[in-house]
């Protein structure tokens, strides 16, 4: 149990790359597929989902570390901990979700943050060019899509939306098996 | 003012835990035993448990330090911050009617099961019988705040004694176990 627990970060973000591609997947086919699921089952995959992208960005510093600055840790840190809260906020109190525009912002925050990393670490191998640009579409459409919310208070037509939708599903694969591949080549090449 | 400020973290954490004690019998005895103290003092006294409750988790990364990978320094920080979030919401918007306006419920289930993670590395820094006793407590905590968010199911009234119960030894396990944790972390060092 107490390896488990204190298991390397490059572990630690490859499960977590692995359960976020997952989660994503559920909630693409649950959101298709107009499936009802109990309120207590989607708040637990909401909460797998909110905590497999913390350790994804936690993870995310440590697996740059080498190419940027020593701050960019407090940075992560601070990014993880909106999300943390966000998350947990929106599944515990819906009245502020982002269908509501409560949480919008923290939506645009992260993405243009992530949309500055994938830019910031290109050229570096650390992530495979594939997974940077599906990464980088993922993000400008986040970017977009929230960015038309908060600043504009435009939604985006239902017309359009599945541009959105196919955007979301380039940042899963981008962020999410990116990660995956990206911690495999790591450790696969580091002694740590 | 400079001295308070930058005292050593081992000085900080157990005044903070303490506090912390401190905090959990006066909302003990205002919410439980209803001895109703009033508004300003109860949103204060809620933010210094935030507070409190933040330094200790930010101690128990130094004190646990050796046996646990680095990026736990950058987890136990950004679960205080969570917390502190948690008490700063609670305080600026409190509960109306006895109804909270924001729902911080799976903030603390995430915080509870931090706590019991955290006890399968603290053997031999905590005393058995705190690290048991707040284990006990986190258990609750996670069924009890799970329930409520994954199941919308409270526990019965009829339960308080038993809340009572757990909420004394989470007080206990986590307040005076951390200081004396630092305690003989301090005689030790």
Known sequence: MKTFFTQPIGQLGRQNSLGFVGINVVLLVVGFGEIDVPIGLGNFVNFLWGFSLFSIILAGYYLVKDQVPDYWREASAILGGVILVGTLLEISSPEYNSDNGGFAPMYFLWAFNSLIYVFTMRGTGIFRPVYEYLSIFGYISIIIWSGADVFFDYAIPESIQPIFGIGWIAMVIGLGYGSYVAWGDKLATSTE | ?189
């Open chain 2, 1 to 189: 003012m400079k001295d308070f400020v930058t005292q050593p973290l081992s000085q900080q954490a157990k005044s903070q835990s303490l506090v912390f004690i401190f905090c959990n019998i006066y909302q003990i005895a205002n919410n439980v035993l209803e001895f109703d103290v009033g508004g300003p003092i109860s949103l204060i006294v809620n933010l210094l448990w935030g507070m409190s409750l933040s330094i200790i988790i930010i101690g128990n990364y130094e004190l646990t330090k050796d046996r646990v990978p680095d990026f736990w320094r950058t987890g136990s920080g950004i679960l205080a911050t969570v917390i502190l979030m948690a008490a700063f919401l609670e305080t600026a918007n409190p509960p109306i009617d006895g109804e909270p306006q924001i729902d911080t419920t799976l903030i603390y289930f995430f915080f509870l099961l931090n706590l019991v993670f955290g006890h399968f590395i603290s053997e031999g820094i905590y005393k058995n019988v705190y690290r048991y006793l707040t284990l006990a407590a986190a258990i609750f905590g996670v069924f009890a705040t799970g329930a409520d968010v994954f199941f919308d199911y409270e526990l019965p009234e009829t339960l308080q004694p038993l809340f009572i119960l757990i909420f004394l030894g989470f007080t206990i396990g986590v307040g005076y176990g951390n200081y004396d944790a630092w305690k003989n972390y301090e005689e030790t060092n």
